[in-house]
T-cell receptor, first 111, second 112 residues
Framework: DAKTTQPPSMDCAEGRAANLPCNHS???????VYWYRQIHSQGPQYIIHGLKNNETNEMASLIITEDRKSSTLILPHATLRDTAVYYC????????????FGTGTRLTIIP | SQTIHQWPATLVQPVGSPLSLECTVE??????LYWYRQAAGRGLQLLFYSVGIGQISSEVPQNLSASRPQDRQFILSSKKLLLSDSGFYLC???????????FGPGTRLLVL
């Protein structure tokens, strides 16, 4: 039961902003949008999460549409080390400990 | 700052042999701890989670078991490994239930 839809792959030029979209049209009011990434053969790395408002941290920005049915993760100045699979997840903040990763978006940063 | 360790990093074991994977967290007290398995092409599967010493919740009944002998130590075990136990085993922690989960580096297990 996939709750999010992401493009399977994307390329981005080094130094440019990488914009990764995610659709979550069936998101519930108590569900947060989380983003993780996984570099080959490493554990997933938490990036950012949000509920309704846009969020920014030292790694990325998260833009959530007003109807909350989609979001975009923005890496403002992509580097080669940002090449990874990016996962968009929706989960409530209580009552479900399971993180369900879909197939994600394989982002390749081009030199 | 908090750090999470897993060992070994890689393990090759014969079918029928026992298993013990260890996870420890530093820099926090009374974390919630999680064991996931990531098999090729099958996404992330939550196996167990623990809210405290000796408290284990199993998400999927199978060949594996978990224990939490100390506050910041989480162990994944098996008495007899199956071929289907091969995969990438990830430990994670969170401050409390429902909060952000942070993953360790993982253990890659190959059962032959």
């Amino acid at each position: 039961d996939a709750k999010t839809t992401q493009p399977p792959s994307m390329d981005c030029a080094e130094g440019r902003a990488a914009n990764l979209p995610c659709n979550h049209s069936t998101i519930s009011g108590n569900e947060y949008v989380y983003w993780y990434r996984q570099i080959h053969s490493q554990g997933p790395q938490y990036i950012i999460h949000g509920l309704k408002n846009n969020e920014t941290n030292e790694m990325a920005s998260l833009i959530i549409t007003e109807d909350r049915k989609s979001s975009t993760l923005i890496l403002p100045h992509a580097t080669l080390r940002d090449t990874a699979v990016y996962y968009c997840i929706v989960r409530p903040n209580f009552g479900n400990e399971k993180l369900t990763f879909g197939t994600g978006t394989r982002l390749t940063i081009i030199p | 700052s908090q750090t999470i360790h897993q060992w070994p990093a890689t393990l090759v074991q014969p079918v029928g042999s026992p298993l013990s994977l260890e996870c420890t967290v530093e820099g926090t007290s009374n974390p919630n701890l999680y064991w996931y398995r990531q098999a090729a092409g099958r996404g992330l599967q939550l196996l167990f989670y623990s809210v405290g010493i000796g408290q284990i919740s199993s998400e999927v009944p199978q060949n594996l078991s978990a224990s939490r002998p100390q506050d910041r130590q989480f162990i994944l075990s098996s008495k007899k490994l199956l071929l289907s136990d091969s995969g990438f085993y990830l430990c994670a922690w969170s401050v409390t239930l429902g909060e952000t989960q942070y993953f360790g580096p993982g253990t890659r297990l190959l059962v032959l």
